[in-house]
């Protein structure tokens, strides 16, 4: 069964840094784009960083550039999204999924991990 993992969630203070984690099973990444969203109370999912393994590609969203880092690690079919200058407004539930091309719609991602909550305190 194809299971998306996701861990590292946590509290932290502004201007701190968290790593997540997006245990993969159930395939491997070479064929695949994992994906982190995120989901603010209230608001939509949106896409943050995705890492495009067919030819290493990475997006970020403008608002995380310069502080988030996606990267894999294919012996442990595991993708990080390590955080770094966290601020309030990057509090929330971060998902991630697996899709075949990068896109900001959900409906084009077939496997989600369950979230993992990051809270930012001010």
């Known amino acids: 069964d194809v299971q998306l993992q996701a861990s590292g969630g946590g509290l932290v203070q502004a201007g701190g840094s968290l790593r997540l984690s997006c245990a993969a099973s159930?395939?491997?990444?070479?064929?695949?784009?994992i994906a982190w969203f995120r989901q603010a109370p209230g608001k939509e999912r949106e896409g943050v960083s995705c890492i495009d393994h067919s030819d290493s590609s990475t997006y970020y969203r403008d608002s995380v550039k310069g502080r988030f880092t996606i990267s894999s690690d294919n012996a442990k079919n595991t993708v990080y999204l390590q955080m770094n200058s966290l601020k309030p407004e990057d509090t929330g539930v971060y998902f991630c999924?697996?899709?075949?091309?990068?896109?900001?719609?959900?409906?084009?991602?077939?496997?989600w991990g369950q979230g993992t909550l990051v809270t930012v305190s001010s």
């Open positions: 999924a697996r899709g075949i091309q990068w896109s900001e719609q959900t409906n084009d991602y077939n496997y």
């Open positions: 159930g395939f491997t990444l070479d064929d695949y784009v």
